[in-house]
């Protein structure tokens, strides 16, 4: 038997839910409904009182958070999209991120992102906007890529005293599948070596750590050794794992399915370049989505995300530098 993404996430705020009475989900048509997506199908019957929908306003669900995060609840939060975040971004940056540091006063706070593209999702839909949030301090911002980390990941998010921001990605929602749910789990800010390599170091998160395998079983059909990097997290960043990984290949391409402009990935190439220059052979390279809204059909959206094709061919340019 197998367990999906999806599932792993509904069962990490089930287990939430049963071993702390101060956990609570909020959000729109979470409850009967289970969801959008249907990360909280049958809770609500499970947990009566605790599972509860929140009216259209992503500001008001975040606001409500904050304040039963000082009053000592830890309510998780679904947002539909991570596009719809946006309408509570101020209440997140604002008050959320800078509440200890304003009162000494922690915001438990976990507000779940289904971001991502997805065929015909188009540009309301489809956003990444972890770079976004993970500039402001005071949050956390976590991208599992695997089973696993779904699961232990928001379990983790529940646990912190610090506002986290939990990137799930729509795509894998029912692509991914597991054995198994964990039993143990490394800790967010510590990046996952989630293949070995020599050549070169691919750095991608979220969905595009499996991208990045695909071009890894490829390339190492004609000979060379990838080394792929799941950075896991982008806030707090596993930066000594990224540099001992370069220090072993000498070549860094980062790979991120957001937008180029001050994205994960420049920053992961600014800290390298800055701070493990001699270790290169090669000047350190970058693959985004093209700088462009998100479009609907599903063949301008193949070419607009990174994709196995394009990532294998950025690798291939990075060889011969």
Not at 118 to 133: D, M, R, V
Not at 185 to 202: E, F, L, Q, S, V
């Amino acid at each position: 038997m197998s367990i999906t993404y999806l599932e792993a996430i509904r069962e990490a705020q089930a287990k939430a839910l049963a071993d702390d009475p101060r956990v609570y989900i909020y959000g729109q048509d979470v409850g009967a409904f289970g969801g959008a997506f249907k990360a909280t199908k049958n809770l609500a019957k499970e947990f009566p009182g605790r599972v509860l929908d929140a009216p259209i306003s992503e500001d008001a669900m975040v606001g409500s958070a904050i304040g039963a995060a000082i009053e000592g609840m830890r309510p998780i939060i679904e947002m539909q999209f991570a596009d719809f975040s946006t309408i509570g971004f101020n209440q997140i940056v604002n008050q959320a991120a800078s509440l200890f540091w304003r009162t000494n006063v922690t915001c438990p706070i976990t507000i779940r992102l289904p971001g991502g593209g997805t065929s015909g999702g188009g540009p309301f839909h489809s956003q990444s906007l972890e770079a976004i949030y993970a500039h402001f301090p005071g949050l956390i911002v976590m991208t599992p890529a695997t089973v696993e980390d779904a699961y232990s990941m928001l379990l983790e998010a529940v646990a912190i005293d610090d506002p986290v921001i939990f990137f799930e990605h729509k795509y894998l929602y029912y692509h991914l599948k597991a054995e198994k749910l964990p039993t143990e789990a490394m800790p967010t800010g510590k990046a996952r070596i989630a293949r070995a390599g020599r050549d070169m170091t691919i750095v991608a998160y979220s969905a595009m750590v499996h991208e990045a395998l695909a071009v890894a079983e490829e390339l190492a059909t004609e000979g060379t050794e990838v080394e792929v990097v799941d950075l896991r997290s982008v806030k707090p960043l596993d930066t000594d794992t990224i540099m001992a990984s370069v220090a072993r290949t000498g070549r860094l391409l980062c790979v991120g399915e957001s937008w180029p402009w001050g994205g994960v990935t420049a920053e992961v190439v600014a800290r390298v370049s800055t701070e493990g220059f001699d270790l290169l052979d090669a000047p350190p390279q970058r693959l985004n989505a093209k700088d462009t809204p998100v479009p609907y059909h599903p063949n301008l959206w193949a070419a607009h995300r990174p994709t196995a094709r394009s990532i294998a061919a950025a690798a291939r340019n990075l060889l011969r530098l």
